[in-house]
């Protein structure tokens, strides 16, 4: 008996998103796991949390916190948010309209995005950066405007952002802690930024995920601590990122009560809400700040024992500010593979040397190559010196 039915048949799409394909972060873990490289690419530790923060958590579990919680985040979650950003950047913001509990900071930045840029609305990005940013933007319906961090130094350029705001431009992206140079604006840049967006409606979305990783007794200038800045932003952190649990996925979003409503209209429709427990965790581990304020001093001795052996190296380092990257020039290594592209360099480099990291060009639009790449170093020790010997070979 023969079917009525035609073939089977998946209807064609058009993209909404024809210049993604796989990001390079996976492409490289894949790359080292199928290797067994060191993998010092992707932006995450190879260690545990406190025992004590998953404790907190299996206690709300038992404590029967595993239905849906408010669609705004856990009451005291965001209390304890708003009592930080206060104690921390002075910055008084109502912890029931003002703060959002999110998915991780990505969601985070997608919400923001979408709850604010309509179709032509121009975002400017400074490039490098992390490649969710553009994406985002075109999915919103909004035009990418590149605006490059100045090369080596990765300092922001005000003159060519100024040039670069019109009046079509509806927000600014920025992130300090930079990902992936590890640069830090400073309080001066700060000024500087709140001054040229004074007379203007751009709002600002400021990625601060990496803000207790800040070293050389430096401190953050989070958008918080000025209130002309706050008063236009969306202020983004990660719990994944301070507490080393990058696979629970939960973000905070802080912004004015008028931004925040905007925003949550967003969030109701594409998460509704985050991890129940996850936040009773969170929130009762919140009321110790040892844990955040001694972040800074736990980093910074894994940056200086990464940045100790690659300078008996050949490498070429890049200042490390902030966050858990570490830069490095490759054009002065004693092997003709470092004229490769920075991509196939650092495919070479996981294949032949056994170490994995991401090549700086991934992280621009055009990708310019300025043979630098990026190492995470929010690994155990062993695992950094496994790296370091295998890298001594160059």
């Known amino acids: 008996m023969t079917s009525d039915y035609s073939p089977i ?62 669609m705004t985040g856990v009451p005291a979650l965001r209390q304890a948010v708003a009592a930080k950003m206060q104690a921390l950047y002075g910055l008084a913001c109502n912890a029931d309209t003002d703060v959002t509990v999110t998915a991780g900071a990505t969601q985070a930045i997608l919400t923001a995005i979408l709850a604010v840029v309509h179709p032509g609305d121009e ?21 990418v ?15 060519a952002i100024a040039a670069a705001i019109t009046p079509r431009t509806r927000a600014l992206l920025i992130n300090s802690p930079h990902n992936p140079s590890g640069q830090v604006w400073s309080e001066a840049d700060m000024r500087r930024l709140e ?103 736990f980093y910074q001795r894994k940056r200086d024992l990464f940045r100790a052996g690659l300078a008996q190296t050949r490498f070429r380092l890049l200042p490390g500010q902030g966050t858990y990257f570490q830069c490095a020039g490759i054009e002065e290594l004693a092997v003709p593979e470092r004229d490769l592209p920075e991509g196939e360099f650092c495919q070479w480099l996981t294949r032949e040397i056994g170490v994995a990291a991401i090549p700086l060009s991934a992280f621009y639009g055009n990708g310019f190559d300025q043979k630098v790449i990026r190492f995470c170093f929010a690994k155990k020790d062993e695992t950094l010196q496994a790296a370091l010997d295998k890298l001594a070979r160059l």
């Open 9 to 70: 048949h998946t209807p064609a799409l058009t993209t909404r998103l024809p210049n993604v394909g796989t990001t390079i972060f996976t492409v490289m873990s894949a790359l080292a796991a199928q290797t067994g490289a060191v993998n010092l690419g992707q932006g995450f530790p190879d260690f545990d949390c406190d025992p004590a923060l998953v404790d907190a958590v299996h206690r709300a579990m038992r404590a029967g916190h595993n239905q849906y919680p408010p």
């Open 123 to 143: 975002v400017i990005v400074l490039e490098p950066c992390y490649d969710s940013y553009v994406p985002n933007i075109e999915l919103a319906g909004g035009v």
């Open 145 to 159: 405007v590149r605006v490059p961090l100045t090369p080596g130094t990765f300092r922001p350029d005000f003159d």
């Open 195 to 297: 001054a040229m967006l004074t007379p203007t409606d751009v709002l600002l979305i400021s990625d601060e995920v990496y803000e207790h990783m800040v070293y050389d007794g430096q401190l953050h200038q989070s958008v918080a601590r000025f209130p002309a800045l706050a008063a236009r932003a969306f202020i983004i952190s990660s719990f994944g990122k301070t507490y080393h649990v990058t696979g629970w996925k939960v973000g905070t979003v802080v912004a004015p009560a008028a931004l925040t409503a905007e925003f949550r209209k967003v969030h109701q429709f594409n998460v509704f809400t985050v991890n129940t427990p996850m936040q009773h965790g969170l929130a009762a581990y919140m009321a110790d700040p040892a844990p955040y304020l001694e972040l800074p001093a």
